[in-house]
């Protein structure tokens, strides 16, 4: 398993990925005050829930933003020959909703969006997040558009490492965005983010409201 960052690194390597100048903003300072004392890296200026549709592993279009409405949502983007910050994430997240409250976990989707769509077939996506958790939900799309949703997100897009043959790996960023019933992301959790920090911080986020 790589060792993931610690929550000084985890803060800069946020502000980076997401094109910002700023770390964090505490809440004196104008920014949205944490409902609790949460875990996850806030980012200094919330991020609109992206407005996007792409198919789903049954082949259907899965509008996000409105098949999202009134749920905590955890985006990634990934893909299912990922070594390791994939499957780490998705086994972490999967293992903690299946032991909180179904009160709790029932109002939480996970989406994966793979980044690797020529390999990551529909079926091959299906089966991947099955082994983590059924309810999970996997997207693909043109790799055009998958770059076209993280832009928008000022997220880094995915690389390819041609150099690997048909087993080349993809770089690509390793946070999950969190959204909550607001539709606005406030936080991101980085790779290395602990079970017990998504288990103390997932029944917090359902029902957070951010002061403005």
């Not at 997240?93 to 793979?114: C, F, G, H």
Request: glycine residues 8%.
């Amino acid at each position: 398993m790589t060792t993931g960052p610690t929550r000084e690194m985890a803060k800069v390597l946020t502000a980076g990925l997401f094109g910002l100048t700023s770390v964090l903003v505490s809440c004196g300072s104008g920014g949205a005050r944490r409902p609790g004392d949460l875990r996850g890296v806030e980012l200094p200026v919330a991020l609109d829930k992206v407005d996007f549709v792409l198919q789903d592993t049954e082949g259907k279009g899965f509008d996000f933003r409105s098949e999202t409405e009134g749920y905590l949502t955890l985006l990634f983007f990934g893909y299912t020959n990922c070594p390791d910050v994939c499957p780490v994430h998705m086994a972490g997240i999967a293992s903690v909703l299946r032991n909180m409250e179904s009160s709790v976990a029932s109002r939480v989707k996970v989406v994966m969006v793979t980044v690797d769509p020529d390999r990551d077939t529909p079926r091959r996506l299906r089966e991947w997040l099955d082994n983590f958790d059924t309810s999970f939900i996997g997207l693909r799309g043109d790799l055009s558009h998958v770059r076209e949703i993280m832009n928008a997100l000022n997220m880094a897009p995915p690389a390819v490492d041609s150099s690997q043959g048909t087993n080349y790996l993809v770089g690509h960023p390793s946070q999950v965005i969190v959204y909550t019933t607001d539709n606005r992301a406030h936080l991101v959790y980085p790779h290395g983010t602990r079970q017990r920090d998504w288990a103390h911080d997932i029944p917090m986020l359902v029902d957070a409201t951010w002061d403005s």
